[in-house]
């Protein structure tokens, strides 16, 4: 059974959400094939389950990732006291940034000029065409992180949607939505953990195999 498959026998009612999850994964596929990276946003809950998703895809999660050989050497080569445990410690990462993480950004910016453009100006400085732009949002209407799938299709990156029933004003803004069907925000944010888990693993499962 495939990581696909086994969510929808888990949680039946994301059947409903099955082409768009699995359209996230080809586009997270084609993303990291072409060396681009994952930037995620979320306010509350949202901003925990963005770090949560970083967490899993820049390191193993499912599935051992050691470093390629070359890399060890020149790890050992770079200096032969620490290089052999960095060489036999370190794991592949696929390349995830949560926007919420620059603290200093979001709140200078915040001051400076808008909060509700804080995620946007992460996306401007981060982000590059061929870059996935992942917005959660339960209601889907967060204002902060509509701007930033904004200028995210501006930039050409692929923006991607995670919210509830309907979707929201996000809609409208994302190459793909994912809006798993419940109303309630907690039972929105109970949906998305296992869809961003089962996301997290095909990607992992496709690069480390």
């Known amino acids: 059974m495939n990581h696909l498959d086994e969510l929808v026998a888990r949680y039946p009612s994301l059947s409903a959400c099955r082409h768009d999850i699995e359209a996230a994964f080809q586009a997270l596929s ?3 094939a072409s060396g681009g990276k994952l930037m995620v946003c979320g306010n509350g809950g949202s901003a925990a389950d963005s770090d949560h998703i970083v967490g899993e895809l820049m390191k193993g999660y499912l599935r051992p990732r050691p470093v390629p050989e070359d890399m060890r050497a020149r790890l050992r080569a770079a200096d032969p006291a620490l290089g052999p445990a ?3 410690c370190l794991q592949g990462a696929l390349p995830a940034v949560n926007l919420m993480a620059g603290s200093a950004l979001l709140s200078a910016f915040g001051n400076d000029v808008s909060p509700d453009l804080a ?3 992460a996306a401007y400085g ?3 065409k061929g870059d996935v732009l992942l917005g959660i949002s339960t209601s889907g209407n967060a204002s902060n992180v509509r701007s930033a ?3 995210g299709r501006a930039m050409g990156m692929t923006t991607i949607g ?3 029933r309907g979707g929201g004003k996000m809609a409208g803004l994302c190459d793909i939505l994912v809006n798993v069907p419940a109303v309630r925000t907690f039972e929105i944010q109970e949906l998305h953990l296992p869809v ?3 996301l997290c693993a095909m990607v992992e499962e496709r690069f480390f195999p």
Do not use: D, I, S
């Open 30 to 32: 084609e993303c990291y």
């Open 86 to 88: 960095l060489a036999e």
């Open 119 to 121: 995620y946007a100006q």
């Open 126 to 128: 981060h982000g590059k």
């Open 149 to 151: 799938l904004v200028v």
């Open 162 to 164: 995670l919210t509830g």
């Open 196 to 198: 961003y888990h089962c």
